[in-house]
């Protein structure tokens, strides 16, 4: 079993950064693929971004390659989401999640655990 609590969202203006935190408890935080996904009012929660156990891969929708960046420290448990250049668009709950699979996916039904999410709101 593992938990995941994200922190670090907030609200700030278009074209500003947040980098967000996701950490984990257990001791095989290291064999998870872990991914990013988000949603906002009204719509499906879409991934966002993922990253191999061992930092070896990373993946990321077409909305937010070249703004976004996925990383882990495995000694802390914790996986980030550095976000820069945010647009209005990029508002939605944030979710950190968990595959306890080597293969990085973008299918929500195939990540194992969820945290609770963690709310980023980019005004103009």
């Known amino acids: 079993q593992v938990q995941l609590v994200e922190s670090g969202g907030g609200l700030v203006q278009a074209g500003d950064s947040l980098r967000l935190s996701c950490a984990a408890s257990g001791r095989t935080f290291s064999s998870y693929t872990m991914g990013w996904f988000r949603q906002a009012p009204g719509k499906e929660r879409e991934f966002v971004a993922a990253?191999?156990?061992?930092?070896?891969?990373?993946h990321y929708s077409d909305s937010v390659k070249g703004r976004f960046a996925i990383s882990r420290d495995n000694a802390k448990n914790t996986v980030y989401l550095q976000m820069n250049s945010l647009k209005p668009e990029d508002t939605a709950v944030y979710y950190c999640?968990?595959?306890?699979?080597?293969?990085?996916?973008?299918?929500?039904?195939?990540?194992?655990?969820w945290g609770q999410g963690t709310q980023v709101t980019v005004t103009v």
């Open positions: 990253i191999s156990w061992n930092s070896g891969g990373t």
């Open positions: 999640a968990a595959r306890r699979h080597y293969t990085i996916v973008e299918h929500t039904t195939l990540y194992d655990y």
